[in-house]
């Protein structure tokens, strides 16, 4: 019984987890349809530089995605399974585990970081491309 309850904030700050990691795919998956909606609309206004330029960010959305989803599958494998196996807790101390949750707030934050360079460069040619009037 005391084992069930010393488990009880891993689990807690496990599933937590697991909600901010589904929570990061839907933003991409919602990002994914707004860049989908783009290129579609400058498909039929003709303007072939910004499908071009959007087609460039659609390499940085799929490393940001697969940085996420590898981060959330680490997550599961290293930090989630473990928990429910070792009773006592100086275990998960171990550098490894260490060392995994150094890899899954690294990749966030490389997942965050490619996303915030997606949204830069459209800023950037949308701000460009207002500027100089051009409609291919």
Do not use: C
Not at 86 to 110: C, S
Request: glycine fraction near 6%.
């Amino acid at each position: 019984m005391e084992s069930l309850l010393s488990g009880i904030p891993q689990y807690i700050i496990a599933s937590i987890n697991i909600l901010i990691t589904i929570n990061q795919s839907t933003y991409i998956m919602g990002l994914e349809r707004l860049i989908a909606d783009r290129i579609r609309q400058t498909e039929t206004d003709g303007i072939t530089r910004t499908i071009k330029r959007h087609k460039e960010n659609w390499h940085l959305l799929i490393a940001a995605w697969w940085m996420l989803a590898s981060t959330a599958v680490a997550l599961i494998i290293f930090r989630i399974i473990p928990s429910m196996y070792f009773d006592d807790a100086t275990e998960l101390t171990h550098p490894w585990f260490i060392a995994v949750d150094f890899m899954i707030i690294f990749g966030t934050l490389l997942g965050y970081f490619l996303l915030l360079a997606i949204a830069f460069r459209s800023w950037k040619w949308n701000s460009w491309q207002g500027k100089t009037g051009q409609d291919g």
